[in-house]
């Protein structure tokens, strides 16, 4: 009989569709040409403020190749305003978001005409022939500014930069106590302001839009994360039924939550092509991207923790603006308030207050990035969890070790009302410490103190929990979000026993293809390679949610168990018919069903074959194997993880140098080993990123001023350290895998971890903090300052 | 990122090239490597309507052993540069910095005369060819000449080539036996300088008895650190000694104030960085 198969889920499969993401021998959006496609490209605005009181097309339509020029006003009645799916609150303010701009410009990158054209470089060329006239306008671009009486305003209709406030006190939850009360009866008060830099996605693959309006129904291919959103909002935006619109995500090269969205350029191509009858492509360059795409971070945040003297906080308090740029795009609002269930963290605080502050600037709107919310809080948390430390003298990991909810206290409900299911935040801790020589560098960072070393070492440490597998459909209503967190799966069991199935994910580098095909594997019984995984297209996976917030495998995969459990109960009773025996006494198991205690069985192929011709089906059951499931979690799943950081800080000319990283992340039961250290090392790449490299800088016009990948500085391999990973597993109770989401665990918890090391390295000199990025002219600043 | 039309020609002899580039006037542009080039095309920074491809002037590739100098043609790449066997015994910093160019695919298209012709501030390979004391030949419509280092770079991306001329060779006097250090500082491994110190040390009996240093990035042209090597000449190479010339490294520079560093950060690098190289070419001495 069969022997015992190694099982699929926990092998660390090569991924599936790596060699052709690799080899680019695929359909990425911009190697699609369709017959007489013609091609888009849009000018954008120079300048972040301004009424636009001219635009003179007619040099460029003269030009040879070129078939339209339009201006805001050619698409001011048709083009809707882009959708955003997340009102935070009843009164929050949003104003009309065009995907060209009308009469006024509010950043700068954003279109203020479009040119189709038979080339793209036909097309280009007639972009430098359009004459616009702007009326300059006070631009808006700082945080503080923008809140602070008499502002210049981004919308002057509104009368404010402020969109909306949203608050979440424990003591009106009944989640907890008064903060204010507890920081002002507090033994130690520590207030601290932390900056979040703004960031740029940075995805490999730039956006690209096909659309091909076809006789009767159109097409859209897009680079994008969210197919089925994306059609939806499409249809409701501008009134195209949904049922006459297809959209294809093909493979996607990236997206980080850059690709979570509904954009202009989206809108534009697909009205251009409906226009003109004709298949448009639009592809942007590395500088269009860096300029228009949405952009993540950029927080104000004041954090105030209050303790006693033996290191137990007693409460939290958080403040922040948040910087929606000029309009709200898809989540825009709701990216802070995803933090605010997370500045609590791992910790058993009793009271906590956070009120944040969404404010207009004249920059490109803010969204989702890698983490969206839960990275600004884990820093601003373990920041100033290590300012206490210093305050009140105890170690780091002690002070977290007071605060933190014990294994044993688990299912655990947090201040901020979430309910954690599992969690052993002091295996995972112990295990870190153990893998970095947490002792012996504590020693070695003594003796360079002690000896005036140009060269100090840091410790960083940095605990995380973060709540994936978004979302509990019910949980998101609540929180005024528009849509629900469900996910879909279908399975279609072909007559020679291959298996197809369906996802409503949307993977744009993950793996999913490879994993979803691990799940089945073991489910049916059924070879790996026997396994099609299909997503992205709404003509073939005709429900999702698509791919972002570690979503995909806790909610997704759930439903493809589901699925698989369906067809084969399905199976089951077939089976039983055709071995004339009850259900009850059939087993399965590695492809087999067998009669209990007998010698009868037969292969999940024989009775596909049988479900198939249905030439003997019991009564009442239909033909083939088929199946699909929708789950909907109960609740979040809560990975977490501890991370430590070494860092040599050159004090001659403030350099950093990771020296070493150990993490060990517990994101539950594990599908795949090699996808999840593919997920851990590039979050941590993004993370360190974020506190070392990354920023975008607009000059006092608005202009962004590091538009090109020459002046946004991505770290590449031989920046980064050698990462020592590790896991602890403490399975999810939340859904049948036991898995908790891994895709933004690294990011999330590296950044802290590296400026807390940059801020121990120094602190002896003087320095209490460097504000993101530690870029070596900071450290070295803010060590004169600190030693002056 | 699409470059303007223009039109294109491949001459064979630098003589075809340089009517190339006569005819084409203020229009007319070469291309060697490209690695500056496209970008600034691609950024439409610059629309020239015909690019002079000089990749068939096999007249000016590779490196020759010409006596007491190496002479260099422009087109050799950055990569033959780090490969070649003279360039390593006898100008060892040219090499060194070579080595930090930006990446290999890139190291493997540039060429040294791109790079110098381009003038880039910022770009590693001035310092070096200033501090060697290297002659640069140039061919134009009006014959060969030859142009010191030191006025061959005349301001930002400007150098004393004349319409219409090629660099085609880089003479640098053989430095055999020297100690040598490029000390860049750039915030990634793939980035520009901020600020770089190219230094070369001619050891005797723990005395220098030579010094040449120049920085990168520390004014509009590279700048040759005089007074540092002044003060190093005929002194101990102790590190007490070189401190105190490092102290000097700044004087005559004009540094910018950039998105990277502003100019203080930059003065302070150029005496920590002057220190640091020094000290290492001493030991490689
Ligand atoms: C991503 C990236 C990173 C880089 N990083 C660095 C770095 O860290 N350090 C560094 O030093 N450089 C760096 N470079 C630049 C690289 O060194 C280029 O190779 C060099 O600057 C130009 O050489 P090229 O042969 O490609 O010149 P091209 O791009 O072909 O030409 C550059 C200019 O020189 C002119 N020109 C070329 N050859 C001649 C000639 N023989 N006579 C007259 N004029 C000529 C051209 O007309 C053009 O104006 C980087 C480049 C890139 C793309």
New interface residues.
């Given amino acids: 009989m069969t022997a015992a198969v190694e099982p699929e889920v926990g092998r660390a499969r090569r991924r599936k569709e790596d060699a052709r993401l690799i080899t680019g021998a695929t359909r990425w959006t911009d190697n699609i040409r369709l017959p007489g496609m013609l091609h888009l490209a849009v000018l954008r605005s120079p300048v972040a403020h301004a009424r636009i009181t001219s635009v003179d097309t007619t040099e460029a339509v003269r030009l040879p190749g070129v078939l339209e020029v339009l201006t805001g006003a050619d698409l001011a009645a048709e083009q809707g305003s882009l959708p955003c799916a997340w009102p935070i609150t009843e009164d929050m303010l949003a104003p009309p978001a065009p995907s060209i701009a009308v009469d006024e410009v509010n950043f700068a990158g954003e279109v203020v005409a479009a040119v189709v054209a038979r080339t ?2 036909e097309a ?2 007639a972009l ?1 022939a359009i004459d616009v006239d702007y009326e300059d306008l006070p631009v808006v671009l700082d945080l503080t500014a923008a809140v602070a009486d008499g502002a210049d305003l981004v919308h002057p209709d509104l009368g404010t930069n402020k969109s909306a406030t949203w608050v979440f006190d424990s003591a009106e939850a009944g989640t907890g106590g008064d903060a204010t009360a507890a920081i002002a009866e507090a033994e130690v008060v520590v207030e601290r302001t932390f900056r979040q830099q703004r960031l740029i996605p940075a995805f490999m693959e730039p956006r690209s839009v096909v659309v091909d309006p076809g006789p009767d129904s159109a097409t859209l291919w897009s680079a994008t994360q969210v197919p089925h959103i994306l059609r939806w909002m499409l249809s409701a935006v501008l009134g195209i039924p949904e049922h006459k619109l297809r959209v294809i995500a093909p493979d996607v090269g990236g997206g980080f939550g850059g690709k979570l969205q509904v954009t202009p350029e989206e809108v534009l191509t697909l009205l251009v092509a409906r226009r003109l009858g004709k298949p448009v492509k639009w592809t942007e ?3 269009e991207s860096m300029l228009s795409g949405h952009h993540g971070r950029d927080q104000l945040q004041r954090i105030t923790v209050a303790a006693r003297r033996d290191g137990t906080v007693t409460g939290l308090k958080v403040d922040l603006l948040a910087d929606m740029g000029a309009y709200l795009r898809l989540i825009t609002p709701g990216v802070p308030i995803l933090g605010a269930f997370m500045y609590n963290a791992i910790y058993k605080f009793p009271a906590y207050r956070f009120t944040c502050t969404n404010v207009f600037t004249n920059k490109v709107p803010t969204d989702a990035y890698r983490g969206a919310g839960r990275p600004e809080a884990t820093f601003a948390i373990e920041r100033i969890m290590d300012e206490l430390a210093a305050e009140l003298g105890v170690d780091p990991l002690e002070l977290r070790r007071r605060n933190w909810i014990r294994h044993d206290e688990f299912p655990f409900t947090t201040v901020a009302g979430l309910t954690y299911d599992t969690g052993d935040y002091e295996a995972a801790t112990a295990r870190a410490v153990e893998l970095f020589g947490y002792d012996e560098l504590r020693a070695e960072q003594a003796r360079r103190r002690a000896d005036h070393d140009t060269v100090q070492l840091g410790i960083g440490v940095s605990t995380y929990t973060e709540m994936c597998g978004l979302a509990p459909s019910r949980v998101l209503g609540a929180l005024r979000y528009g849509a629900g967190g469900w996910e879909h799966a279908a399975i279609r069991v072909l007559p020679t026993g291959k298996v197809e199935l369906i996802t409503g994910t949307s993977p744009h580098g993950q793996g999913h293809v490879t994993a979803w095909s691990q799940i089945v594997a073991d489910r049916l019984g059924v070879p790996f390679e026997d396994v099609e995984v299909l997503h992205g297209d709404t003509r073939v996976a005709h429900r999702g949610m698509d791919s972002y917030g570690s979503r995909s495998l806790a909610v997704g995969g759930t439903a493809v168990v589901l699925a698989a459990d369906k067809v084969l109960a399905k199976a089951r009773t077939v089976a039983a018919h055709l071995m004339e025996c009850s259900p009850d006494d059939v087993e399965f198991t590695a492809g087999t069903f067998a009669v209990r205690g007998t010698a009868t069985s037969m292969s999940l192929g024989e009775v596909v074959v049988a479900a198939h011709v249905a030439h003997n089906l019991p009564d009442g059951v239909e033909p083939g194997l088929d199946a699909e499931a929708t789950f909907d979690p109960d609740n979040f799943s809560y990975p977490h993880g501890t991370h430590l950081c070494a860092v040599e800080v050159d004090t ?2 403030g ?1 950093v140098v990771i020296r070493s990283y150990v993490c060990v992340d517990d994101v539950g039961k594990v599908v795949n080993p090699m996808i999840v250290e593919g997920q851990v090392h590039g979050g941590l790449a993004q993370g360190i990123a974020q506190a070392l ?1 990354e920023e975008a ?1 607009h000059d006092e016009g608005g202009t962004l ?2 538009a ?1 990948l ?2 946004y ?4 391999a ?2 980064l350290p050698w990462f020592t990973t590790d896991r602890t597993e403490t399975p999810a109770d939340t859904n049948p895998l036991g898995v908790k989401g891994v895709g933004e665990a690294g990011t999330i918890a590296s950044t802290p971890a590296v400026v807390n090391a940059v801020v121990d390295a120094l602190r002896h000199l003087g320095v209490r903090d460097v504000e993101m990025p530690c ?3 900071r450290v ?2 803010a060590l004169r300052g600190g030693a002056a | 990122m699409i470059p303007a039309a223009f039109d294109y020609t491949a001459p064979s002899t630098v003589d075809e090239a340089v009517r190339a580039l006569v005819a084409g006037g203020e229009d007319a542009k070469a291309i060697a490597g490209g690695q500056s080039l496209l970008p600034v095309l691609r950024l439409r920074l610059a629309a020239p309507t015909l690019v002079v491809d000089l990749s068939r002037l096999t007249e000016l590739a590779g490196v020759h052993d010409d006596g007491d100098s190496l002479l260099i043609g422009a087109l050799t790449t950055h990569h033959e540069v780090q490969r070649d066997p003279h360039v390593r015994e006898h100008a060892a910093l040219l090499r060194l910095a070579t080595d930090t160019v930006a990446d290999p695919q890139i190291r493997h298209r540039g060429t040294l005369g791109g790079a110098l012709a381009h003038a880039d501030p910022a770009g590693d390979l001035l310092a070096p060819v200033l501090a060697l004391d290297a002659v640069l030949r140039c061919t134009g419509p009006a014959g060969t000449r030859e142009v010191p280092a030191a006025e061959f770079f005349t301001d930002y991306f400007t150098t004393a080539l004349e319409p219409g001329e090629l660099l085609t060779h880089v003479r640098v006097p053989k430095l055999t036996g020297w100690g040598a250090r490029y000390e860049k500082f750039s915030r990634v491994a793939q980035a520009w300088s901020i600020v770089a110190v190219a230094a070369a040390v001619k050891v005797v009996d723990g005395v220098v008895e030579q010094a040449r240093v120049a920085l990168t990035n520390m004014g509009p042209t590279p700048v040759r650190a005089r007074g540092v090597e002044e003060a190093l000449t005929g002194e101990p190479a102790t590190a007490e000694a070189i401190r105190a010339a490092a102290a000097r490294a700044a004087e005559g520079t004009d540094p910018v104030t950039d998105g990277n560093a502003d100019a203080e950060y930059r003065t302070h690098l150029a005496r920590v960085l002057t220190e640091r190289a020094v000290t290492a070419a001493v030991s490689d001495a």
Avoid at chain 1, 713 to 716: F, T
Wanted: no cysteine; hydrophobic share 30%; charged share 30%.
């Fill in positions: 793209p470089e280009q060329d430098a360059s590395r500088t001659e000319t350099r490299f800088v001023t590091t090109t020459a002046d500085l991505l770290p590449s031989v920046d870029t070596p002219m070295w600043k």
